[in-house]
């Protein structure tokens, strides 16, 4: 039996006729991989709107990697929509920023996202349950990616015992110590191509500034990966919440979507309702918070959706189709 509260979600799922079928693959799931493989999906902050919101089931899967790397395991968030498995595929998430010893880079979150969205390399979907089929996907996925790495940092090892011990020159000048690496040559993951991200001006209110950004995605994958690249912003990173972020993205037509508080309590979910009630599809928008040491209660949510709704206006998207391409609105970009 697995854990008590893990049992007692089962249970509450069961209860409900649209959900029998989500029970009956998590008993399944635990059958296959053991019954501590699935766990109840804890976000960040134990308030978030994540945790509330009666359409979307979520677990985590904690899998160990395949042999000769079993002692490596991984965490995935599986999201379940309220059509699933009827109309809509499971939505995986990587949640690991380590497997072993190497951090997980942008490339690989974006592989496990679209698990279920591409044609060519992802998994068919045919309206039945099919999460086990997606987790033995992103098993591949980061077996093969540790592999990779821990062949990479072998040759490395290896390398290095091959140069001579006795290198020190002759000259004592030549000890002198290197100068310190250039900052500004530190790695920052590329936007994918066409993406053009608007920046609107900040709102200020008592020290605190909230800054809003938009951008046009056309694949869930996307996201990730522009995430990332301004998290690899110093100004951005340093900010108190640095990516509040929310996105919509139509596939065909499967409507993706999901949002993040970063550490600002329920910010995502707002941003999130935003989205839905102005109809705005395929954009991903962020609200960096920068605290200035002054509590702002209640009047910080209206400076998030207002910081947002000026991106979202800046880069055209609230006069645009759904189907709006990337890049194709005048404004400020990052």
Same mark, same amino acid.
């Given at each position: 039996?697995?854990?008590?509260?893990?049992?007692?979600?089962?249970?509450?799922?069961?209860?409900?006729?649209?959900?029998?079928?989500?029970?009956?693959?998590?008993?399944?799931?635990?059958?296959?991989?053991?019954?501590? $493989?699935?766990? +109840?999906?804890? &976000? @960040?902050?134990?308030? #978030?709107?994540?945790?509330?919101? !009666?359409?979307?089931?979520?677990? =985590?899967?904690?899998?160990?990697?395949?042999?000769?790397?079993?002692?490596?395991?991984?965490?995935?968030?599986?999201?379940?929509?309220?059509?699933?498995?009827?109309?809509?595929?499971?939505?995986?998430?990587?949640?690991?920023?380590?497997?072993?010893?190497?951090?997980?880079?942008?490339?690989?979150?974006?592989?496990?996202?679209?698990?279920?969205?591409?044609?060519?390399?992802?998994?068919?979907?045919?309206?039945?349950?099919?999460?086990?089929?997606?987790?033995?996907?992103?098993?591949?996925?980061?077996?093969?990616?540790?592999?990779?790495?821990?062949?990479?940092?072998?040759?490395?090892?290896?390398?290095?015992?091959?140069?001579?011990?006795?290198?020190?020159?002759?000259?004592? $000048?030549?000890? +002198?110590?290197? &100068? @310190?690496?250039?900052? #500004?040559?530190?790695?920052?993951? !590329?936007?994918?191509?066409?993406? =053009?991200?608007?920046?609107?001006?900040?709102?200020?209110?008592?020290?605190?500034?909230?800054?809003?950004?938009?951008?046009?995605?056309?694949?869930?994958?996307?996201?990730?990966?522009?995430?990332?690249?301004?998290?690899?912003?110093?100004?951005?990173?340093?900010?108190?919440?640095?990516?509040?972020?929310?996105?919509?993205?139509?596939?065909?037509?499967?409507?993706?979507?999901?949002?993040?508080?970063?550490?600002?309590?329920?910010?995502?979910?707002?941003?999130?309702?935003?989205?839905?009630?102005?109809?705005?599809?395929?954009?991903?928008?962020?609200?960096?918070?920068?605290?200035?040491?002054?509590?702002?209660?209640?009047?910080?949510?209206?400076?998030?959706?207002?910081?947002?709704?000026?991106? +979202?206006?800046?880069?055209?998207?609230?006069?645009?189709?759904?189907?709006?391409?990337?890049?194709?609105?005048?404004?400020?970009?990052?």
């Amino acid at each position: 039996m697995g854990h008590p509260d893990v049992q007692q979600f089962i249970a509450d799922l069961r209860q409900r006729p649209d959900r029998e079928a989500v029970a009956s693959e998590i008993e399944v799931l635990q059958s296959i991989y053991g019954d501590d $493989a699935i766990q +109840l999906w804890k &976000p @960040p902050d134990s308030s #978030s709107s994540h945790k509330h919101d !009666p359409t979307i089931t979520r677990y =985590e899967a904690v899998l160990s990697l395949p042999s000769p790397c079993e002692d490596v395991s991984i965490r995935v968030l599986v999201s379940l929509l309220e059509n699933y498995p009827a109309t809509v595929p499971p939505q995986l998430q990587l949640l690991s920023r380590y497997i072993g010893a190497f951090g997980a880079d942008a490339g690989l979150f974006g592989e496990i996202l679209r698990t279920f969205i591409s044609s060519t390399s992802g998994v068919e979907w045919a309206g039945e349950v099919c999460v086990f089929d997606g987790l033995q996907r992103v098993l591949e996925c980061c077996a093969a990616w540790y592999g990779e790495r821990l062949s990479a940092d072998l040759a490395g090892e290896l390398s290095r015992a091959d140069t001579p011990a006795n290198n020190t020159p002759e000259h004592p $000048a030549a000890t +002198l110590p290197l &100068p @310190p690496p250039d900052p #500004s040559a530190a790695y920052i993951p !590329p936007l994918p191509a066409g993406i =053009e991200i608007f920046v609107a001006e900040p709102i200020m209110d008592r020290k605190s500034s909230f800054v809003g950004r938009a951008c046009a995605i056309s694949d869930p994958s996307e996201v990730p990966i522009i995430l990332a690249h301004l998290m690899s912003d110093r100004r951005i990173a340093r900010a108190a919440h640095p990516i509040i972020n929310a996105w919509r993205c139509l596939v065909g037509t499967l409507l993706h979507q999901d949002n993040d508080d970063d550490g600002e309590t329920a910010a995502g979910g707002r941003l999130a309702h935003l989205l839905h009630i102005m109809e705005v599809d395929n954009v991903l928008v962020v609200v960096t918070r920068y605290f200035g040491g002054i509590h702002l209660g209640p009047d910080r949510f209206k400076h998030i959706n207002q910081a947002a709704r000026n991106a +979202l206006e800046l880069g055209g998207f609230l006069d645009a189709p759904a189907t709006k391409l990337k890049g194709g609105a005048r404004g400020r970009h990052r």
